[in-house]
């Protein structure tokens, strides 16, 4: 319901995607791991089912506190991986979970001001 929510949204502003990025961090989930999985699958392949390049954006900490280290259920798409370490690159600090074996992309800052701008920084 959520990603047919969003690309109806993006659909009524005649808006166009590269790749539609499913957040997966801490807030309000539930304990349940195994449902978790079966969400974050079903979100997935309900993007992919409309035609949508999909990705993951997480890291670890929150990967492992939803789904659990182990579950590779959506390894095959790309990774957005967050770790505020300020390194230009995909390695530094790196440690393969969830089935990936290399970030796709690193947000390496947070927050940072640019031109009275507030921006995340990433490196592809």
Same mark, same amino acid.
């Given at each position: ?18 790749? +539609? ?16 999985? *079966? ?39 790309? +990774? ?9 690159? +995909?390695?530094?600090?790196? *440690? ?14 947070? %927050?940072?001001? %640019? ?8 490196? *592809?």
């Amino acid at each position: 319901m959520q990603v047919k929510d969003a690309i109806a949204g993006l659909k009524a502003k005649n808006a166009t995607i590269g790749m +539609l990025w499913l957040d997966i961090e801490i807030f309000a989930w539930p304990s349940d791991k195994i449902s978790n999985q *079966k969400f974050v699958l079903e979100l997935a392949n309900s993007a992919s089912s409309f035609g949508y390049k999909v990705g993951i954006y997480t890291n670890p900490n929150h990967w492992t506190s939803i789904v659990g280290i182990d579950w590779t259920g959506v390894s095959q798409y790309p +990774l957005w991986w967050p770790n505020y370490n300020n390194a230009h690159d +995909l390695t530094t600090h790196w *440690k393969p979970f969830g089935g990936w074996e290399k970030p796709n992309i690193h947000q390496f800052n947070g %927050d940072s001001k %640019d031109c009275g701008v507030t921006l995340d920084r990433s490196f *592809k």
